[in-house]
């Protein structure tokens, strides 16, 4: 019987090859497009997942009260960790990290520069990534100790196992000896480095790591089996008082844990807790994704409920014979889940033909985990909610039939009825309605992404070189300049502690004639050197640049417009202040330019003066000249810091790579909605050929009494296009409140014009519009002649 049942529906399928392919087509781009962003979300939801013990891991933040306003984040005291072990006895083991640093390997006639950072000697206990030679307690334990990934292993020593116990040269300057190797991190991976320092080395670089009043590196800590999360925070609360000395009337700090398994998705806070995150991103395509399915499986029912008179017949006669309802409604199903199997035939192939494109719009490595069962539930529970949900109601309605009265004619089938006809009415308007949506969220997403790279950031960043200060050039940068700005094609050189497009450097020790004594305000500091404002192209609205012509300038400052507004200066220029107790003068006030993501508004800034190379060196050049400038700069470059690679970044990049989560999202929404609309249209089509078929002679009797092509195709259309615009009226708050939700994440933000639905609607209805004129037309210009002889 069952194969009686398959013969019948692969017969159907043939006898019907449009409307079969149209569904068909429909459903594989459905699963196609859900199957796809499954994976994005997949590997998405493992970064911080993938270790041992990764629900006991947790980053220690720090949520910081100061003048007012809360922010929060994950700079923490260099000496917490070992306090936290020593306090907390539900603290297994802890580690700091430092930040991200490049530095040359050198050994023998090698060199590169690879990224990586000072770390706890906890560390691999916490993280339990593979380590292919040493062990995790003396990984990092002692002084002059380095732990190498595989790759780094690989390049100087050829195998994991013969890097152990070897020397690698930094910066050419020290020498640092392999204590273990580590696998390869994977890019689920919460960080990402290429090798790890040991901790001790880089307290004795930065002292100030061991006072409780500065925060820069990050904590990890993981808890003992048994212990209680909520425990911990309640004694990390307040555990900085009496630790830092900053602590007054208007200034603390409370400390909190954050799981490692939340940390990526969960990144932003606003007002100091959390807000989202790429969380958001995730949800967004997840609803997307959903979308694409739905408007698929739609497509499938409205084409299955159109087409079920033509089977009413049959299955009178098959009721007549004795078949029973349960059989007919598995009849049914079983066809729709034969078209829907090979729809999902047509779908893996179509993942993998286009999964290497996608990865490369992504930036990642996905790939079909055949191997995983969780896919292949994944795959089954896919086939049989589509499968189901799309054969079901033809199913149901198909198997009620009288048997004697479709014999003789008597009963509309629901494919022609009022109750189907106004159900599929409505699928179409749920149909159009996602689609609105998805057409408004993706001109929204554009319009914010134009915003940022458009953005008058109070600086130049165009033509803005970024260079590292390492190896030879701190005691040559003088040089170094005065020889770049003889080169043509370079316009002006400064350098600058932090790079433009983030500075998350902030403190609480500024100081003026007035402030309360009591009270700790925030402001975000940098050093720059001379020339600053000249090559950053930021306005000076009073007062001078950092000068060599005034030697006081070591203590003086900069400061913008929000610092002065903060401090309560009206005129700062020549007022005093004082940083780090190190008093100085305001010589000149900046406009107010971003230093940070737009997701933050522009906080108080001060520069101080740092004349020599300390941190990036800026330079600009003049405009059409950048590949000359680079191809003199890198000279240059080789000749003072010959033993170092030269290697560089403009400033427009970095900006852009801030913002690579939002671009790519954008990306993926413009792609998957543009997807939705064409496989909305492709059941629309298949609708609209079967409504102008039903209505053949109807047609061919309306042109023998005279009607136009024109009166025709209006006739036919004009039912579909009222269902459009009930589609646009719907989904025009409901895509107003979405998208004015997820604005609200930025700082500064597009506002959203009534010309954005408008626009959306009108595509819509131009969609549909073209969609359906092709079948309406086709039909129009049929000869009435040949629809009638039949009568």
């Given at each position: 019987m069952i194969r009686n049942y398959f013969k019948i529906a692969w017969r159907n399928f043939l006898r019907n090859k449009a409307f079969s392919a149209i569904n068909v087509l429909g459903l594989a781009f459905g699963m196609a497009a859900s199957l796809l962003i499954f994976l994005w979300i997949s590997d998405e939801w493992s970064i911080g997942r993938g270790y041992q013990n990764a629900s006991r891991i947790y980053r220690v933040m720090e949520r910081e009260f100061?003048?007012?306003?809360?922010?929060?984040?994950?700079?923490?005291?260099?000496?917490?960790?070992?306090?936290?072990?020593?306090?907390?006895?539900?603290?297994?083991?802890?580690?700091?990290?430092?930040?991200?640093?490049?530095?040359?390997?050198?050994l023998n006639e090698k060199s590169e520069r690879f990224n990586g950072c000072f770390a706890g000697s906890d560390w691999f206990h916490i993280y339990s990534v593979p380590l292919l030679a040493g062990t995790p307690k003396t990984a990092l334990s002692a002084p002059g100790s380095l732990s190498i990934s595989r790759k780094v292993a690989e390049h100087y020593f050829g195998t994991p196992a013969a890097a152990l116990g070897k020397s690698i040269q930094f910066d050419n300057s020290k020498n640092y000896q392999v204590t273990a190797?580590?696998?390869?991190?994977?890019?689920?991976?919460?960080?990402?480095?290429?090798?790890?320092?040991?901790?001790?080395?880089?307290?004795?670089?930065?002292?100030?790591?061991?006072?409780?009043?500065?925060?820069?590196?990050?904590?990890?800590?993981?808890?003992?089996?048994?212990?209680?999360?909520?425990?911990?925070?309640?004694?990390?609360?307040?555990f900085l008082k009496g630790r830092n000395t900053d602590f007054g009337k208007t200034f603390h700090i409370n400390l909190f844990l954050q799981p490692e398994t939340e940390a990526y998705l969960y990144s932003n806070f606003k007002d100091g807790y959390l807000h989202g995150g790429r969380i958001d991103h995730v949800r967004l395509l997840a609803v997307v994704a959903g979308f694409l399915l739905l408007i698929a499986v739609i497509n499938f029912m409205n084409l299955a409920t159109a087409r079920a008179g033509r089977r009413a017949r049959e299955v009178g006669v098959r009721k007549v014979v004795g078949a029973g309802r349960p059989s007919l409604i598995g009849q049914f199903m079983g066809e729709a889940m034969l078209l829907t199997c090979l729809a999902m035939l047509l779908a893996i192939l179509t993942i993998i033909l286009v999964l290497p494109s996608f990865n490369q719009l992504t930036d990642k490595a996905l790939v079909l985990p055949f191997k995983q069962s969780y896919f292949w539930a994944i795959?089954?529970?896919?086939?049989?909610?589509?499968?189901?949900?799309?054969?079901?109601?033809?199913?149901?309605?198909?198997?009620?039939?009288?048997?004697?009265?479709?014999?003789?004619?008597?009963?509309?089938?629901?494919?022609?009825?009022?109750?189907?006809?106004?159900?599929?009415?409505?699928?179409?308007?749920?149909?159009?309605?996602?689609?609105?949506?998805?057409?408004?969220?993706?001109?929204?997403?554009?319009?914010?992404?134009?915003?940022?790279?458009?953005?008058?950031?109070?600086?130049?960043?165009?033509n803005l070189i970024i260079l590292a200060s390492d190896g030879e050039l701190p005691k040559n940068y003088q040089t170094f300049k005065q020889e770049l700005l003889k080169t043509t094609g370079i316009q002006s050189v400064t350098n600058m502690y932090t790079n433009p497009v983030g500075n998350g450097n902030t403190t609480e020790g500024i100081k003026w004639p007035g402030k309360d004594p009591q009270a700790a305000i925030s402001f975000n500091n940098t050093a720059a050197g001379y020339d600053f404002a000249e090559t950053m192209k930021v306005k000076l609205i009073d007062g001078?640049?950092?000068?060599?012509?005034?030697?006081?300038?070591?203590?003086?400052?900069?400061?913008?417009?929000?610092?002065?507004?903060?401090?309560?200066?009206?005129?700062?220029?020549?007022?005093?202040?004082?940083?780090?107790?190190?008093?100085?003068?305001?010589?000149?006030?900046?406009?107010?330019?971003?230093?940070?993501?737009?997701?933050?508004?522009?906080?108080?800034?001060?520069?101080?003066?740092?004349?020599g190379p300390y941190g990036n060196i800026l330079i600009r050049t003049e405009p059409g000249q950048t590949a000359q400038a680079l191809a003199s700069l890198e000279r240059l470059y080789k000749?003072?810091?010959?033993?170092?690679?030269?290697?560089?970044?403009?400033?427009?990049?970095?900006?852009?790579?801030?913002?690579?989560?939002?671009?790519?999202?954008?990306?993926?929404?413009?792609?998957?909605?543009?997807?939705?609309?064409?496989?909305?249209?492709?059941?629309?089509?298949?609708?609209?050929?079967?409504?102008?078929?039903?209505?053949?002679?109807?047609?061919?009797?309306?042109?023998?009494?005279?009607?136009?092509?024109?009166?025709?195709?209006?006739?036919?259309?004009?039912?579909?296009?009222?269902?459009?615009?009930?589609?646009?009226?719907?989904?025009?708050?409901?895509?107003?409140?979405?998208?004015?939700?997820?604005l609200t994440t930025y700082a500064y933000k597009i506002e959203i014009g009534w010309w954005v639905f408008a626009l959306a609607g009108m595509l819509s209805l131009g969609i549909a519009l073209f969609t359906i004129s092709f079948q309406s037309i086709k039909a129009a210009l049929m000869d009435p002649v040949k629809s009638l002889k039949s009568e």
């Open positions: 100061t003048d007012g306003k809360v922010v929060a984040d994950d700079d923490t005291p260099g000496i917490l960790a070992d306090e936290l072990k020593r306090q907390f006895p539900e603290v297994l083991y802890a580690a700091g990290l430092s930040w991200q640093e490049g530095h040359l390997l050198s190797v580590f696998e390869n991190l994977p890019a689920s991976s919460s960080d990402q480095y290429d090798f790890l320092l040991s901790w001790d080395q880089f307290i004795a670089r930065e002292p100030w790591l061991k006072e409780w009043t500065n925060a820069g590196p990050k904590t990890r800590l993981m808890l003992r089996e048994e212990s209680d999360r909520s425990v911990v925070d309640a004694g990390l609360k307040w795959l089954v529970v896919m086939l049989l909610f589509t499968g189901i949900l799309a054969g079901s109601y033809p199913a149901l309605f198909l198997s009620a039939l009288n048997p004697l009265k479709t014999l003789k004619g008597m009963l509309a089938v629901p494919g022609s009825s009022s109750g189907a006809h106004l159900f599929r009415r409505g699928l179409v308007v749920f149909q159009f309605v996602m689609s609105m949506l998805l057409i408004v969220s993706t001109t929204i997403v554009y319009q914010q992404l134009e915003f940022i790279r458009n953005k008058n950031l109070g600086y130049n960043r165009e001078r640049d950092f000068s060599p012509e005034f030697a006081s300038d070591s203590s003086n400052y900069l400061i913008n417009q929000a610092a002065a507004k903060r401090i309560g200066y009206k005129n700062p220029v020549g007022q005093p202040l004082t940083m780090w107790d190190r008093p100085g003068k305001i010589v000149g006030l900046l406009q107010d330019f971003h230093f940070n993501s737009l997701h933050e508004p522009i906080r108080p800034l001060i520069i101080r003066l740092a004349p000749k003072i810091n010959p033993n170092f690679p030269f290697k560089y970044s403009f400033v427009d990049s970095d900006y852009e790579y801030v913002y690579r989560s939002e671009n790519i999202v954008g990306k993926l929404s413009t792609i998957f909605s543009g997807l939705a609309i064409f496989i909305a249209c492709l059941g629309l089509f298949g609708l609209a050929a079967f409504t102008a078929e039903q209505r053949i002679k109807e047609i061919g009797v309306r042109k023998v009494l005279g009607a136009s092509v024109a009166s025709i195709v209006a006739l036919l259309s004009g039912d579909f296009l009222k269902l459009v615009c009930a589609a646009i009226l719907i989904a025009t708050p409901v895509s107003w409140f979405v998208m004015n939700e997820w």
